[in-house]
């Protein structure tokens, strides 16, 4: 009696081609199109796919996505400071929206239509009586941390933001370094305010940016690196907050304690309940700040 003449393993995804290659996982026979590398022989696509299912997403220490290290958020934010910019001198008609107001001797913009729109106390020709806030305007409490006056205002925070940001974000994620530049621009804006004059028109970048200063020490030093070279400029901003007229001192000061109470809870809350700590560190901070924006809000109609 003959035997039949052994018969050659054909893929299980192209049954015409012949391979006596087998996935190192299923054992089943591919192709060459079909083989993927793996850490050990060729893998199938199916095997291929459930693994990456099983296999957990990379983390930052703080918990957030390695998404985080090509700062697409710091991007964002910047690329819409700069749209809203050049929207508020294209409401203006003005080239004293650019340069030439009365800020900084000169070298800041004068107010415009949409700053006047969405600053945390905003001023309505004629007469600048103020209105916003107290009136029910709560949006202001978030458009005034993307809105500058003049070019230089914007190009000094737009370059810390870069600075900061991208670090901050590599080593939070997106989602956590987001939460942390708008939570600490509204800090800002809530101490702006609290103790700011009504006639004082208030905007900027600089509250969140002053709360990314905070953090960048307190995340910088939870790693275990050095910081020595940031301290003495955050002391320089300090001082040319203090000295200089026109800066909002409640707004900066604030963004720097709610940066650093928002930093702390995203550096200090425990791994094995990380996400839930933060989530309501973030929500008591919320909760505060609103608290104060209507002790504020009553303050003012009473």
């Known amino acids: 009696m003959s035997e039949s003449p052994p018969t050659t393993p054909v893929c299980y995804r192209h049954p015409g081609r012949e391979t006596y290659v087998r996935c ?11 083989m993927r590398e793996a850490s050990v022989g060729h893998q199938c696509p199916e095997c291929v796919n459930e693994g990456r299912r099983t296999v957990r997403p ?3 220490a703080f918990g957030g996505g390695t998404a985080g290290r090509h700062g697409y958020v ?7 400071n700069v749209l809203l910019f050049l929207l508020s001198i294209a409401s203006a008609r003005s080239g004293s929206a650019v340069v030439g107001g009365s800020g900084l001797g000169g070298l800041m913009g004068d107010g415009t239509p949409l700053t006047a729109w969405g600053s945390v106390y905003g001023l309505t020709p ?3 009586l103020p209105d916003g806030i107290a009136d029910g305007d709560y949006y202001r409490l978030f458009t005034a941390m993307f809105l500058h006056y003049g070019v230089i205002h914007l190009l000094l925070n737009m370059w810390a933001l870069w600075v900061l940001g991208r670090s901050l974000e590599a080593n939070l994620g997106p989602l956590r370094f987001g939460a942390l530049y708008l939570i600490a621009g509204l800090g800002g804006n809530v101490a702006a ?16 940016v002053f ?52 930093s702390l809870v995203l550096a200090y809350a425990p791994r094995g309940r990380r996400t839930l700590v933060q989530a309501a560190g973030a929500a008591i901070i919320l909760l505060i700040l609103l ?4 002790f504020r809000t009553a303050q003012l109609l009473g």
Do not use: W
């Open 291 to 294: 608290g104060l924006v209507l």
């Open 211 to 262: 709360g990314l200063f905070a953090a960048l020490i307190i995340i910088e030093r939870k790693l275990g690196r050095d910081i020595s070279q940031v301290i003495p400029i955050l002391v320089i901003n300090l001082v040319f907050t203090l000295t200089v007229r026109g800066i909002s001192i409640p707004g900066h000061l604030g963004g720097l304690v709610v940066g650093a109470a928002m």
């Open 193 to 208: 305010y609290l103790f700011s004059a009504q006639n004082s028109a208030t905007a900027g970048a600089s509250t969140a």
């Open 58 to 60: 990379a983390r930052t």
């Open 24 to 34: 190192t996982r299923c054992d089943r026979p591919i192709c060459p199109d079909c």
């Open 74 to 80: 710091t991007k964002a934010i910047i690329a819409l």
């Open 126 to 128: 004629p007469g600048y």
